[in-house]
């Protein structure tokens, strides 16, 4: 492999806003029908989870607080005893197939034995209960999904090659039905191919099907995601099994599918934008030993649906302050978009689990003849705001917390947030995904008044 | 470990960020993991605050697990100083920090030797105190440490201002429509001649805090923040304070009478005049504000009898309650709140008004109850709001915590004249209108939807009903509709009746009537 000059990492003080990574709960909950999501933590978790959840909170969700008082805090109550009363209550109004404990920063200073007490509870109880820690120390946001998938990864069924020759079709037409209703798809030469290739991310069940139609245009087939729809059907895994990954921020079950399940990871750039599905697929391919057939032309062609909005942002410059980690993936989008990104914050960077996304911004940048961007792991918000006074983007995708003031100082912005809800996989999502970059600069054409800065705050924050 | 959806009150830091970040010039620095600092967003999203909150995170991670903070807040707050040179950093404990135990204390110790901002930590327990406790707390604490090193540095200024004025103590951030209740309260006091010395903490300055004591008197608008400050200085430098609410018609009054009676205490030292506000009163009752000939007036007729739930914070519930029945002869079925801490006191207020008081910080029994009342109307907070939705009974709100929407860009005050009339359109914009109410029940009713089929919250048995009698409530007048129907299915499950055929309706309402 060609090496090239890699993009300068700098680090600096971690002060920045991002949301909880409990909050994984709120789209979890809802791609894993049958689960019941249950937060070990306080008040504080339980406020968070509410206000950010919005109108979700009403709608009876499958996932509550189990609220710590002071009394589980001073070790006066048991914690085993406790938290069977919970999940017993739990079990009888709701009736899930998994209840999925999401440890925080409490059940980690108090040193809460999830995980001995959990294998307790699940046999007692007769429910399967998958511990995830995804707390506020370690964690950014979307790593919260890393740590349930890892934890997940443990309950899928073991992958027997011998015996999935004979089963393969039952399983493939049994996820099929999960998210890939047609049957055609699944007959003739697929099997050929012989690779067993098992995707991970939560993704909506509509992208699912659109990545696995995505990769049976070049005849391999998907065997199963991670997390599937149901608990119940999880994918088989082990040796001989690849896996792929498709957001960026899912270090940790890479690892453990990779450590613990013996997987072969494809280490590929993220289906994240034309340019990235088509790199994603064309990984998988010369994993599996297939032609990758008709991809540039596709490539080009959605590259020439997006041309209207491809025209606005051409030349436009963009600030990344970083929350949810697909910052690389989404960066090298917009670049091969034609804007210039200035800076790319983010809150972790596994660099050998991005390393291929890595490979493809550098050498997007150098395709485009763009600067390549500095990339700022844990990021200052406070320094970061400075150095957009001084660089002025056209552009700042940030946290909520930031975007008003941003606004009212004259820097358009978009939520970073939405990037995480909003269906950007795949070539067909590439829409979508430049209509929400688009909005702010759409916005501003027919912007009223003329007045530009609305704040009375001195310049310095 | 307490089983939990929902909350209403918020946990303790939130109610001292809230105060701290309303005063100018003063940064609040939590003690905290990452993603923490929501309070943020809350605030630039709610208030669609145009100005970076003044609220930074000093970040508790692994390395503070296992080290403890060490120079790390103190880095913080030096920096803070430096980049920002506020007036005070108050270090925020959360529910994290009140684990680990670590010495705030020491730190801002530590921090102030080198600091030119005045630095303290909020003194409020995760474990004890929820969000309006803590603000209360926090207010008192930040005026008490201005105004003792005031008196200690003999900066403190005494002397009362020449005319009367007064302090208005407990406006603040994300407090419900404080924004316009602010504006509503600075006329008001101010067309009796009352100048307003001060307001706290929004918008306060901590500089001029030391002038506080020269207000005539203190007002404290809202139960649930500010008494804490308006008792400290009444001990100390002998100022009263008014904690009438000013929200209604009677209640304003009484607010203008203490006035009067505070101002006259002085106005008759220093002049032997006394001053008369009950022209001033009965003039805006009868004038300003239109809720008094509002209630009068034959639209309100319809609503009298009528019957509400209300739920919220002490202050809102129980003056709603009271302008409900007082001012507009509507029945309260049910009154609460979940300020549990101060639940003697509503009792008191909501006594004899209505039917029964809840005090309860759990939402599904507010739930059970309003499905189980079964009311034309509910005033509460958003999450009454869907509650009423689920069972199809319109709801106002008129407590926190509320969503964007009850952030208004429009002048919509609770408080004072101005208050009272757009009090009195909430209410009336509830209820079904009275014409459309009574030719529904002439023509039968107009909507093909169901009426209150919809299971409430918790589960009560499924009863079936057959076609024919399901049209039978129809014919009742839509305000007693969902009763009567309830009724029915009362009646049909104390007799073992699993299907209610129209005989059934019939038989229920005559063994109701006798």
Same mark, same amino acid.
């Given at each position: 492999?060609?090496?090239?000059?890699?993009?300068?990492?700098?680090?600096?003080?971690?002060?920045?806003?991002?949301?909880?990574?409990?909050?994984?709960?709120?789209?979890?909950?809802?791609?894993?029908?049958?689960?019941?999501?249950?937060?070990?933590?306080?008040?504080?978790?339980?406020?968070?989870?509410?206000?950010?959840?919005?109108?979700?909170?009403?709608?009876?969700?499958?996932?509550?607080?189990?609220?710590?008082?002071?009394?589980?805090?001073?070790?006066?109550?048991?914690?085993?005893?406790?938290?069977?009363?919970?999940?017993?209550?739990?079990?009888?109004?709701?009736?899930?197939?998994?209840?999925?404990?999401?440890?925080?920063?409490?059940?980690?200073?108090?040193?809460?034995?999830?995980?001995? *007490?959990?294998?307790?509870?699940?046999?007692?109880?007769?429910?399967? *209960?998958?511990?995830?820690?995804?707390?506020?120390?370690?964690?950014?946001?979307?790593?919260?999904?890393?740590?349930?998938?890892?934890?997940?990864?443990?309950?899928?069924?073991?992958?027997?090659?011998?015996?999935?020759?004979?089963?393969?079709?039952?399983?493939?037409?049994?996820?099929?039905?999960?998210?890939?209703?047609?049957?055609?798809?699944?007959?003739?030469?697929?099997?050929?191919?012989?690779?067993?290739?098992?995707?991970?991310?939560?993704?909506?069940?509509?992208?699912?099907?659109?990545?696995?139609?995505?990769?049976?245009?070049?005849?391999?087939?998907?065997?199963?995601?991670?997390?599937?729809?149901?608990?119940?059907?999880?994918?088989?895994?082990?040796?001989?099994?690849?896996?792929?990954?498709?957001?960026?921020?899912?270090?940790?079950?890479?690892?453990?599918?990779?450590?613990?399940?013996?997987?072969?990871?494809?280490?590929?750039?993220?289906?994240?934008?034309?340019?990235?599905?088509?790199?994603?697929?064309?990984?998988?391919?010369?994993?599996?030993?297939?032609?990758?057939?008709?991809?540039?032309?596709?490539?080009?062609?959605?590259?020439?649906?997006?041309?209207?909005?491809?025209?606005? *942002?051409?030349?436009?410059?963009?600030?990344?302050?970083?929350?949810?980690?697909?910052?690389?993936?989404?960066?090298?989008?917009?670049?091969?978009?034609?804007?210039?990104?200035?800076? *790319?914050?983010?809150?972790?960077?596994d660099r050998r689990y991005q390393a291929a996304e890595l490979l493809f911004l550098q050498h997007t940048c150098e395709k485009m003849?763009?600067?390549?961007?500095?990339?700022?792991?844990?990021?200052?918000?406070?320094?970061?705001?400075?150095?957009?006074?001084?660089?002025?983007?056209?552009?700042?995708?940030?946290?909520?917390?930031?975007?008003?003031?941003?606004?009212?100082?004259?820097?358009?912005?978009?939520?970073?947030?939405?990037?995480?809800?909003?269906?950007?996989?795949?070539?067909?999502?590439?829409?979508?995904?430049?209509?929400?970059?688009?909005?702010?600069?759409?916005?501003?054409?027919?912007?009223?008044?003329?007045?530009?800065?609305?704040?009375?705050?001195?310049?310095?924050? | 470990?307490?089983?939990?959806?929902?909350?209403?009150?918020?946990?303790?830091?939130? =109610?001292?960020?809230?105060?701290?970040?309303?005063?100018?010039?003063? !940064?609040?620095?939590?003690?905290?993991?990452?993603?923490?600092?929501?309070?943020?967003?809350?605030?630039?999203?709610?208030?669609?605050?145009?100005?970076?909150?003044?609220?930074?995170?000093?970040?508790?991670? +692994? !390395?503070?697990?296992? +080290?403890?903070?060490?120079?790390?807040?103190?880095?913080?707050?030096?920096?803070?100083?430096?980049?920002?040179?506020?007036?005070?950093?108050?270090?925020?404990?959360?529910?994290?920090?009140?684990?680990?135990?670590?010495?705030?204390?020491?730190?801002?110790?530590?921090?102030?030797?080198?600091?030119?901002?005045?630095?303290?930590?909020?003194?409020?327990?995760?474990?004890?105190?929820?969000?309006?406790?803590?603000?209360?707390?926090?207010?008192?604490?930040?005026?008490?440490?201005?105004?003792d090193r005031a008196r200690s540095r003999k900066t403190l200024d005494r002397s009362v201002t020449n005319g009367p004025s007064a302090?208005?103590?407990?406006?603040?951030?994300?407090?419900?429509?404080?924004?316009?209740?602010?504006?509503?309260?600075?006329?008001?006091?101010?067309?009796?001649?009352?100048?307003?010395?001060?307001?706290?903490?929004?918008?306060?300055?901590?500089?001029?805090?030391?002038?506080?004591?020269?207000?005539?008197?203190?007002?404290?608008?809202? +139960?649930?923040?500010?008494?804490?400050?308006?008792?400290?200085?009444?001990?100390?430098?002998?100022?009263?304070?008014?904690?009438?609410?000013?929200?209604?018609?009677?209640?304003?009054?009484?607010?203008?009478?203490?006035?009067?009676?505070?101002?006259?205490?002085?106005?008759?030292?220093?002049?032997?005049?006394?001053?008369?506000?009950?022209?001033?009163? &009965?003039?805006?009752?009868?004038?300003?504000?239109?809720?008094?000939?509002?209630?009068?007036?034959?639209?309100?007729?319809?609503?009298?009898?009528?019957?509400?739930?209300?739920?919220?914070?002490?202050?809102?519930?129980?003056?709603?309650?009271?302008?409900?029945?007082?001012?507009?002869?509507?029945?309260?079925?049910?009154?609460?709140?979940?300020?549990?801490?101060?639940?003697?006191?509503?009792?008191?207020?909501?006594?004899?008004?209505?039917?029964?008081?809840?005090?309860?910080? &759990?939402?599904?029994?507010?739930?059970?109850?309003?499905?189980?009342?079964?009311?034309?109307?509910?005033?509460?907070?958003?999450?009454?709001?869907?509650?009423?939705?689920?069972?199809?009974?319109?709801?106002?709100?008129?407590?926190?915590?509320? !969503?964007?929407?009850?952030?208004?860009?429009?002048?919509?005050?609770?408080?004072?004249?101005? =208050?009272?009339?757009?009090?009195?359109?909430?209410?009336?914009?509830?209820?079904?209108?009275?014409?459309? &109410?009574?030719?529904?029940?002439?023509?039968?009713?107009?909507?093909?939807?169901?009426?209150?089929?919809?299971?409430?919250?918790?589960?009560?048995?499924?009863?079936?009903?057959?076609?024919?009698?399901?049209?039978?409530?129809?014919?009742?007048?839509?305000?007693?509709?969902?009763?009567?129907?309830?009724?029915?299915?009362?009646?049909?499950?104390?007799?073992?009746?699993?299907?209610?055929?129209?005989?059934?309706?019939?038989?229920?309402?005559?063994?109701?009537?006798?």
């Amino acid at each position: 492999m060609k090496t090239l000059e890699i993009p300068t990492f700098e680090c600096e003080t971690g002060n920045y806003h991002t949301f909880c990574p409990i909050s994984c709960v709120a789209w979890l909950y809802q791609k894993i029908e049958d689960s019941f999501f249950l937060v070990v933590g306080t008040k504080t978790c339980g406020y968070f989870l509410q206000n950010a959840l919005g109108v979700m909170i009403f709608a009876e969700p499958r996932y509550a607080m189990a609220e710590s008082e002071e009394g589980d805090i001073s070790a006066q109550l048991n914690d085993q005893k406790e938290l069977e009363r919970i999940c017993l209550r739990v079990k009888n109004d709701r009736n899930p197939s998994v209840i999925i404990w999401i440890g925080t920063c409490t059940t980690e200073i108090i040193k809460m034995d999830l995980e001995g *007490i959990a294998p307790k509870l699940e046999k007692q109880l007769g429910i399967p *209960i998958v511990v995830a820690r995804a707390n506020g120390l370690d964690h950014a946001f979307t790593q919260g999904e890393d740590t349930v998938l890892a934890a997940m990864t443990h309950r899928c069924p073991e992958y027997n090659r011998r015996t999935a020759d004979q089963h393969e079709g039952n399983i493939a037409r049994r996820v099929a039905g999960d998210v890939a209703p047609n049957r055609k798809f699944f007959d003739g030469k697929d099997r050929s191919s012989g690779g067993n290739l098992v995707l991970f991310g939560s993704l909506p069940s509509s992208v699912a099907s659109q990545l696995n139609l995505e990769s049976r245009r070049q005849s391999i087939s998907v065997s199963g995601w991670l997390p599937s729809q149901k608990y119940t059907d999880l994918p088989a895994l082990g040796e001989g099994v690849y896996v792929c990954g498709v957001n960026p921020f899912l270090s940790r079950t890479a690892t453990t599918l990779m450590r613990r399940r013996k997987c072969q990871l494809v280490g590929a750039p993220f289906p994240i934008g034309p340019d990235g599905t088509r790199a994603w697929i064309e990984k998988i391919c010369s994993v599996f030993d297939v032609k990758p057939n008709g991809l540039e032309e596709r490539e080009n062609q959605m590259w020439k649906n997006l041309s209207d909005y491809l025209e606005i *942002i051409t030349g436009k410059s963009v600030f990344l302050m970083g929350d949810n980690l697909l910052e690389i993936s989404l960066a090298r989008f917009l670049i091969r978009c034609g804007m210039v990104v200035y800076e *790319i914050g983010i809150p972790y960077m596994d660099r050998r689990y991005q390393a291929a996304e890595l490979l493809f911004l550098q050498h997007t940048c150098e395709k485009m003849k763009k600067p390549t961007p500095r990339i700022v792991e844990k990021p200052d918000n406070y320094s970061q705001v400075q150095r957009m006074h001084e660089l002025q983007p056209d552009l700042a995708i940030t946290g909520m917390a930031h975007a008003n003031p941003l606004e009212a100082r004259d820097i358009d912005t978009k939520w970073s947030v939405e990037f995480t809800f909003a269906q950007i996989h795949g070539s067909v999502n590439a829409r979508d995904a430049l209509e929400l970059v688009t909005r702010p600069l759409r916005r501003r054409s027919d912007s009223i008044l003329g007045c530009r800065n609305l704040s009375r705050q001195a310049v310095n924050v | 470990m307490k089983l939990a959806y929902w909350m209403y009150a918020g946990p303790a830091h939130i =109610g001292t960020l809230r105060v701290a970040s309303s005063f100018k010039n003063v !940064h609040a620095i939590m003690h905290a993991p990452l993603g923490d600092d929501y309070f943020n967003v809350m605030r630039s999203m709610s208030e669609r605050e145009r100005d970076f909150t003044p609220v930074t995170a000093s970040i508790v991670d +692994r !390395h503070v697990l296992a +080290r403890g903070s060490q120079e790390k807040v103190i880095n913080n707050i030096s920096r803070k100083d430096e980049e920002q040179h506020p007036d005070l950093i108050v270090l925020t404990p959360t529910c994290t920090s009140s684990i680990l135990q670590e010495d705030l204390q020491n730190f801002v110790d530590r921090a102030s030797l080198s600091s030119e901002s005045d630095v303290i930590p909020a003194d409020v327990n995760y474990h004890r105190v929820n969000e309006l406790q803590a603000a209360d707390r926090t207010l008192e604490q930040i005026t008490r440490f201005h105004l003792d090193r005031a008196r200690s540095r003999k900066t403190l200024d005494r002397s009362v201002t020449n005319g009367p004025s007064a302090n208005i103590i407990g406006i603040f951030t994300l407090g419900f429509h404080n924004q316009h209740d602010c504006r509503e309260l600075k006329r008001l006091p101010g067309e009796s001649g009352v100048a307003v010395n001060q307001v706290m903490p929004e918008g306060g300055s901590l500089k001029c805090l030391k002038d506080l004591p020269r207000a005539w008197f203190n007002t404290v608008p809202y +139960r649930e923040v500010g008494l804490m400050t308006a008792t400290f200085p009444e001990k100390d430098y002998g100022m009263p304070y008014i904690s009438i609410t000013p929200m209604g018609i009677s209640n304003t009054a009484d607010f203008i009478v203490q006035i009067g009676k505070l101002v006259n205490v002085w106005a008759y030292a220093l002049s032997e005049k006394r001053l008369n506000y009950k022209l001033y009163v &009965d003039n805006q009752t009868k004038f300003v504000s239109q809720a008094a000939w509002f209630s009068k007036s034959i639209d309100c007729q319809n609503l009298a009898g009528k019957e509400a739930a209300i739920f919220g914070d002490a202050t809102h519930a129980a003056s709603i309650t009271k302008i409900l029945v007082k001012e507009m002869g509507i029945r309260v079925s049910c009154s609460g709140t979940y300020c549990k801490h101060d639940a003697e006191r509503f009792d008191e207020q909501v006594r004899g008004l209505c039917d029964e008081v809840i005090v309860t910080e &759990d939402h599904t029994e507010v739930g059970d109850t309003i499905a189980r009342i079964g009311p034309s109307a509910i005033f509460g907070t958003q999450m009454e709001r869907h509650i009423g939705k689920r069972i199809d009974i319109p709801c106002g709100v008129i407590s926190s915590p509320v !969503h964007i929407q009850n952030f208004p860009l429009g002048y919509r005050p609770f408080l004072g004249y101005e =208050g009272t009339n757009q009090i009195a359109d909430l209410i009336y914009n509830s209820f079904n209108l009275g014409m459309e &109410d009574h030719s529904l029940d002439v023509f039968g009713g107009h909507d093909t939807k169901e009426v209150s089929t919809k299971s409430p919250p918790t589960g009560r048995k499924h009863i079936n009903w057959i076609p024919e009698a399901e049209s039978e409530p129809n014919r009742i007048p839509g305000f007693v509709r969902g009763r009567a129907k309830k009724n029915t299915e009362v009646f049909a499950k104390q007799n073992n009746i699993s299907e209610i055929t129209i005989d059934v309706t019939y038989a229920a309402k005559e063994k109701l009537s006798s």
